[in-house]
C-alpha cells in the first residue's frame, strides 16, 4: 500500500517545518513522498528545507467563511485540507504529520498497524480532559451521540477509502458538495478533524482500521513523534534540543 506523508503548513510554522522534514529525512523510511500543501500567501518554503520526494502545493484560503472561527480562518481550513488530503496524492493513505511535529526514532507505515491494519486509538471522552471541547463539534457533523474522544494521541494515517467515505457521508449529511460549504452553513467555529474522521470509523464501524480502545500509552508507536506547539515560536531550548534529536 503506497503510503504518503501529509503536512498542511504556513509561513509561521517554516522554522517548525524544516526540522519536521530533517527527522523525516533520518528516521522515516517507506514511505513514497511528502506532499505539503502551504498557503498561497506570497511566502515560500525555502528551498534548503526541502528534502527528496517532497511535492509542494501552495492553495489560497477560501472567500467564503464562517463569521467567527476559533484561532483564526486557517485553523479551520488546515482541518479542511487534511480531509481532501487525496485531492494532492494519488496514495493509498497518508501519515498526517503538523509542521511542529517530528520523528525521533526510526519509523515506516507498518509502525502503525496491527493485525495487518492501520489503527486508530481511542479513550473515553471521559479521560480527554479539555479535549471534550470536541465532542459537540463531532456529534453535529456525524449526527450521532460519539462515545469515545478519536484524537488520544498524535499520529494519524487516513486511508483513501475512508476519507472519501467521510467526505461523502458529511455531504449527504449537511446537504453541500464539500466540508468547507458545511462549516460555512452551519456557521461553525470549531471542529477537530481528528475526532471527526476517528469517530466516523468507529460510528460505521470502518473495517479498513484496527480500532484500539483504551489503549497503553506506554506501548504506543506514537511517542515516536515529538509534538510541541508552534504558537509560541521555536524557544532556544527547543531548538537545542530538536538539534540534538538529528544528531
Not at 500567501?41 to 517532497?54: A, F
Not at 481550513?77 to 504529520?97: E, F, G, P
Request: hydrophobic share 35%; net charge negative.
Amino acid at each position: 500500500m503506497d503510503t504518503d506523508i501529509f503536512i498542511k503548513t504556513y509561513h509561521k510554522d517554516f522554522k517548525w517545518l524544516k526540522y519536521c522534514l530533517k527527522s523525516i529525512e533520518k528516521y522515516a523510511t517507506g514511505f513514497r513522498n511528502i506532499i505539503i500543501v502551504a498557503d498561497d500567501d506570497g511566502h515560500v518554503i525555502p528551498s534548503e528545507y526541502l528534502i527528496k520526494n517532497c511535492k509542494v502545493f501552495y492553495v489560497g484560503l477560501p472567500d467564503n467563511r464562517p463569521s467567527y472561527v476559533e484561532h483564526g480562518i486557517g485553523y479551520l481550513w488546515q482541518q479542511c485540507i487534511k480531509l481532501s488530503w487525496y485531492n494532492y496524492s494519488d496514495a493509498n493513505a497518508v501519515l498526517i504529520m503538523d509542521s511542529d511535529e517530528m520523528f525521533t526514532e526510526s519509523i515506516s507505515p507498518i509502525s502503525f498497524q496491527k493485525e495487518g491494519k492501520f489503527t486508530w486509538n481511542y479513550r473515553p471522552w471521559s479521560e480527554a480532559g479539555s479535549g471534550i471541547c470536541w465532542k459537540k463539534s463531532t456529534d453535529f457533523l456525524l449526527n450521532t451521540d460519539t462515545t469515545y474522544d478519536a484524537m488520544a494521541i498524535t499520529g494519524f494515517v487516513l486511508q483513501r477509502e475512508t476519507t472519501i467515505a467521510l467526505k461523502n457521508c458529511l455531504c449527504s449529511t449537511h446537504g453541500t458538495k464539500d466540508i468547507w460549504d458545511i462549516f460555512v452553513k452551519h456557521n461553525m467555529s470549531t471542529a477537530s478533524e481528528f475526532n471527526i474522521f476517528g469517530s466516523f470509523i468507529h460510528h460505521f464501524d470502518r473495517r479498513e482500521y484496527t480500532q484500539v480502545h483504551n489503549f497503553n500509552r506506554e506501548n504506543c508507536v506514537n511517542f515516536s513523534i515529538r509534538k510541541s506547539w508552534s504558537w509560541g515560536g521555536i524557544s532556544e531550548e527547543e531548538d537545542k534540543l530538536r538539534n540534538a534529536l538529528l544528531q
